[in-house]
Nanobody, 116 residues
Framework: QVQLVESGGGLVQSGGSLRLSCAAL???????MGWYRQAPGKQRELVAT???????NYGDSVKGRFAISRDNVKNTIDLQMNSLKPEDTAVYYC???????????WGQGTQVTVSS
């Protein structure tokens, strides 16, 4: 069955770093992969996406601080988050689209908390 396995996240002080990983299981012909986040009382927003050709797209608030990478053999993505700020606190969700992005699946989410 289709499954996303997320790891990483946790509690870090402002200015610190964290790394999130997501593995896509039993999914083929993957197109876009990425991360979105949702803070309490706010809408889900783009963090970063990466295509099968390694084209990346970042949300404005994370540009220059976060970096997304992808392993097309293992069907995994990593999100390196540096210079974290309290406003980065949110639940981070992995996203995968496949079959020309006709289908998609979301991970269960992982909490990232940045203390001031």
């Amino acid at each position: 069955q289709v499954q996303l396995v997320e790891s990483g996240g946790g509690l870090v002080q402002s200015g610190g770093s964290l790394r999130l990983s997501c593995a896509a299981l039993n999914i083929f012909s993957i197109n876009a992969m990425g991360w979105y986040r949702q803070a309490p009382g706010k809408q889900r927003e783009l963090v970063a996406t990466i295509t099968e050709r390694d084209t990346t797209n970042y949300g404005d608030s994370v540009k220059g601080r976060f970096a997304i990478s992808r392993d097309n053999v293992k069907n995994t993505i990593d999100l390196q988050m540096n210079s974290l700020k309290p406003e980065d606190t949110a639940v981070y969700y992995c996203y995968v689209g496949w079959d020309s992005n006709r289908y998609n699946v979301w991970g269960q989410g992982t909490q990232v908390t940045v203390s001031s």
